[in-house]
């Protein structure tokens, strides 16, 4: 949802700023966006899908994940001279390492995992299980690889929204909101 | 006059969402939010 926000915010200023210096909303083709696609479906059905993500074990998730993203960094490298493609590479292999190093899942607190799900108190996370069944895996500060790239800053605490994000979401985020910012930008020719 | 908002566009958005999707890891949990529209990862 984090990174959603950002691209809704990318597109809506992008096309704003488009509109009032009279501009085409313009995108630069990408090369091999099927590739996108071809790492998103394995993820969607571990992730998602209820009937799967209960199914698999945990070690297949992970190779997935690991897998999923190593195709997504393809694709940001050989999309590379676009516009905040280094940010979104950038965002993803600091993620990725991160992953790698504490099993194949983004590392979250115990703490931070009981202040998104404040209605299970009493029942204390177990160190090492997965996170709803997503992308996280209860770590303690002390046994986590790279801290400082987990899951580690929280969305302001009020009752609307409650998320966790990494250091490589923060670029993903902005790479995202640059590029969409960026096409209602002066390379695109005038409206007639 | 072109459309503003034009099919190469759309699909370049569409991909931009779905490569964040994959890329990100945040961890979403409470919130009315996240209770109407599940924690999307």
Known sequence: MILVIAVIAGLTGGLIRARIKKRYYQAKPLRFPW???????????????????????????????????????IFAWINWKTPG?????????????????NGGFMPIAPDTAQWLIPNLSGEPWEIGERFVKGKDIILPIEKTALYFLSDRFRTPAF?????????????????????LWAMGGKKYAKLT | MKKQFNSRVALFVMTLVLFVLGAGAPAAG???INFIFGPLF
């Open chain 1, 35 to 73: 590739l996108v696609l071809l790492a998103l479906i394995p993820q969607w059905l571990v992730f998602t899908l209820p009937a799967a993500r209960n199914m698999v074990p945990d070690l297949i998730v992970s190779i997935i994940l690991v897998l999923s993203q190593t195709v997504l960094f």
């Open chain 1, 85 to 101: 493609f280094w940010l979104l590479a950038g965002g993803l292999v600091l993620n990725l390492v991160v992953i790698m190093a």
């Open chain 1, 159 to 179: 009752d609307l929204y409650r998320a966790a994000f990494s250091l490589g979401d923060c670029f993903i985020a902005a790479g995202a909101f640059w590029l």
């Open chain 2, 30 to 32: 409470g919130g009315i």
